[in-house]
């Protein structure tokens, strides 16, 4: 609101706002296109919902041409949260189990930062819209526990014991979703094309992560 009231009296007028796919909640089938219901079920995408709404209200009103971008789990170099770096930590205290929190099977889809990037990019350039949603996200997902894997292989361990800890319909906390997926037909008609899948944007990160931090096998 603040943001938006400063724009509003300094006359700026193009805003692109990062909200996420947290938006949409728990959806009924993916992947889900922009046009899905936005029933958040956590803080966090209540607060990213909350603000969609005021920039829709402050775009229609005071003629700000305003994107919002809901992106999918953006991975890259320098990641310091999220389960691709947690997995690293927990496997650098003990290397011989990893515990996952829900049941490995919630499904996620993962965009590489330069693929995130580039569509950012491409998305403001060719909108003529004054207010345009898109997804953002690579084509594909995969499952908490394909991460783990994918993990475990870039440390170069063996025979990890997994060990499933989670909350109610096999999620990993309150207010986590057990399926998200983004269709991407609106970016991809600006012509848009990820690099990476998920899995590749996983590895990539991984490999690049436990180089930061120097981690090596004894």
Same mark, same amino acid.
């Given at each position: 609101?603040?943001?938006?009231?400063?724009?509003?009296?300094n006359?700026?007028?193009? %805003?692109?706002?990062? +909200?996420? !796919?947290s938006v *949409?909640?728990?959806?009924e089938?993916?992947? &889900?296109?922009?046009?899905?219901?936005?029933?958040?079920? +956590?803080?966090?995408?209540?607060?990213?919902?909350?603000?969609?709404?005021? &920039?829709?209200?402050?775009?229609?009103?005071?003629?700000? =041409?305003?994107?919002?971008?809901?992106y999918?789990?953006?991975?890259?170099? $320098?990641?310091?949260?999220?389960?691709? /770096?947690?997995?690293?930590?927990?496997?650098?205290?003990?290397?011989?189990?990893?515990?996952?929190?829900?049941?490995?099977?919630?499904?996620?889809? *993962?965009?590489?930062?330069?693929?995130?990037?580039?569509?950012? @990019?491409?998305? /403001?350039?060719?909108?003529?819209?004054? *207010?345009?949603?898109?997804?953002?996200? !690579?084509? #594909?997902?995969?499952?908490? #526990?394909?991460?783990?894997?994918?993990? &475990? =292989?870039?440390?170069?361990?063996?025979?990890? $014991? =997994?060990? *499933?800890? +989670?909350?109610?319909?096999?999620?990993? /906390?309150?207010? #986590?979703?057990?399926?998200?997926?983004?269709k991407? #037909? =609106?970016? $991809?008609? %600006?012509?848009? $094309?990820?690099?990476?899948?998920s899995?590749?944007?996983?590895?990539?990160?991984?490999?690049?992560? @436990?180089?930061?931090?120097n981690?090596h096998?004894d």
């Amino acid at each position: 609101f603040n943001l938006l009231e400063a724009m509003r009296k300094n006359d700026i007028k193009e %805003l692109v706002f990062a +909200s996420s !796919s947290s938006v *949409y909640g728990e959806p009924e089938s993916i992947p &889900i296109s922009e046009e899905a219901p936005i029933r958040p079920v +956590s803080v966090y995408g209540a607060s990213k919902a909350a603000c969609e709404n005021l &920039i829709h209200a402050y775009s229609r009103l005071y003629g700000i =041409k305003a994107m919002v971008l809901r992106y999918a789990n953006v991975v890259g170099p $320098r990641l310091r949260h999220g389960v691709i /770096w947690d997995f690293i930590n927990k496997l650098r205290k003990n290397s011989s189990e990893l515990e996952i929190l829900g049941d490995g099977e919630q499904v996620r889809s *993962y965009i590489y930062i330069d693929d995130a990037m580039e569509a950012t @990019i491409i998305a /403001w350039r060719k909108t003529e819209n004054s *207010y345009e949603v898109y997804n953002v996200a !690579s084509e #594909d997902r995969i499952t908490v #526990d394909e991460v783990a894997d994918e993990v &475990i =292989k870039a440390m170069g361990l063996n025979n990890v $014991r =997994k060990i *499933y800890k +989670s909350v109610l319909h096999g999620v990993g /906390w309150l207010g #986590d979703v057990k399926r998200i997926a983004l269709k991407i #037909d =609106k970016l $991809r008609a %600006l012509g848009f $094309r990820s690099h990476m899948n998920s899995r590749e944007a996983v590895k990539t990160t991984a490999k690049m992560l @436990i180089n930061e931090i120097n981690y090596h096998i004894d």
